[in-house]
């Protein structure tokens, strides 16, 4: 037996989430085969090797490369057939968890999604996974031969081990039921550094008072190389674009650092970022919720802090 890592690519770029998901595959012991669908840079799928995989399958078709999601799920299934494998991981995207649970489905495996470590496999196999969007852990047992497991972001750690893989071409069987939706067009968010894969993210809130200052947001997030996002009421008064938008109801993120700027801590901002490694928050009113959520607050007026700590960060460089 063995497990697949479904691995996400991004204009050929394999995905930093999906280096995650092979490594929390490689920690379950079993021999890993990492599956790429449609096109991908050679060098990103010679890499996969140093995160675990002995063998990448990748299927070059590039009618892959377009997320259709009956086909991702068709040839996920395909493939834990012919790998004889028995649990699949996918990291959480809105493509892979959909997929994920349709592959669930077509192969009558258990499925946990959100999942946020590594299996306790001492008295069955059972996961923990976040619930009530981050307000609350569940335990769950797997109970079928079959298991499709979704994690979320920092539920592995990101190990390199020095291994290298076997690169095989891989051919699934594909019809037209396939692919009955067309994707007609997508837009890209803008951006240096795209909010969901950040490292470090430098949100704003409604205590920056208004478009024309978020300048002093950009700034820190250049000087740090990282994403800019905001609070819900920031993006629908149009001070920034709706992908920005994080929390409850947008985008959720996990990243290494996340810094608040002027934003309350209000539970539904809470949900998007309470899987940060760090939170700092800079908020001029010492009782904001925010801060109860802090690992390190600035009680200050963001006016003022902002120039110094761009500043001392350049200079620290
Ligand atoms: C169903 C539902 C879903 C929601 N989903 C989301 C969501 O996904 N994401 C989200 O963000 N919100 C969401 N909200 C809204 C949420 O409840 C809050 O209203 C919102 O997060 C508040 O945004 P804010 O902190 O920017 O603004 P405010 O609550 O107005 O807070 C502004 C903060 O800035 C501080 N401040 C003011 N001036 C300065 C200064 N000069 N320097 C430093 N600090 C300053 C203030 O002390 C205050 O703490 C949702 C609400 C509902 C009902």
New binding site residues.
């Given amino acids: 037996m063995s497990t697949i890592a479904f691995i996400e690519t991004s204009e050929g770029k394999v995905k930093k989430s999906s280096l995650e998901a092979l490594c929390y595959a490689h920690a379950l012991g079993k021999p890993v085969t990492a599956l790429v669908l449609g096109p991908a840079d050679e060098s990103d799928l010679k890499s996969l090797g140093n995160y675990g995989a002995q063998k990448v399958l990748h299927a070059n078709d590039a009618r892959l490369g377009q997320g259709v999601l009956q086909a991702y799920a068709s040839v996920l299934a395909q493939a834990m057939k012919d790998e004889n494998a028995d649990v699949l991981i996918l990291a959480n995207s809105s493509l892979a968890t959909t997929a994920a649970a349709k592959v669930a489905v077509k192969l009558k495996a258990s499925f946990a999604s959100n999942v946020t470590e590594l299996p306790d496999t001492s008295n069955g196999f059972v996961v923990r996974k976040s619930i009530y969007t981050g307000k609350a852990f569940s335990w769950v047992e797997l109970k079928s031969d079959k298991k499709v497991i979704v994690i979320r972001k920092n539920a592995a750690e990101l190990k390199e081990t020095g291994g290298s893989a076997e690169i095989v071409s891989y051919s699934p069987t594909l019809t037209d039921a396939d692919f009955n939706t067309t994707i007609t067009g997508s837009e890209k968010a803008t951006g240096d550094v795209l909010l969901p894969e950040a490292e470090i993210v430098v949100s704003?809130?409604?205590?920056?008072?208004g478009p024309e200052h978020w300048g002093l947001i950009e700034d820190l997030a250049k000087s740090l190389h990282a994403a800019t996002g905001?609070?819900?009421?920031?993006s629908d008064m149009g001070w920034r674009p709706h992908h920005e938008?994080?929390?409850?109801?947008?985008i959720k993120v996990a990243p290494q650092l996340y810094i608040a700027?002027?934003?309350?801590?209000?539970?539904?901002?809470l949900?998007?970022v309470n899987s940060s490694k760090c939170i700092v928050v800079?908020?001029?009113?010492a009782e904001?919720?925010?801060f109860k959520a802090a690992d390190y607050g600035i009680v200050?007026?963001?006016?003022d802090?902002l120039p110094k700590l761009t500043e001392a960060i350049k200079q620290s460089k």
């Fill in positions: 704003g809130g409604r205590g920056l008072k905001c609070s819900k009421p920031v938008h994080v929390g409850q109801t947008g700027v002027g934003i309350s801590g209000a539970i539904q901002h949900a998007g800079i908020n001029k009113d904001a919720p925010f200050g007026d963001a006016f802090v």
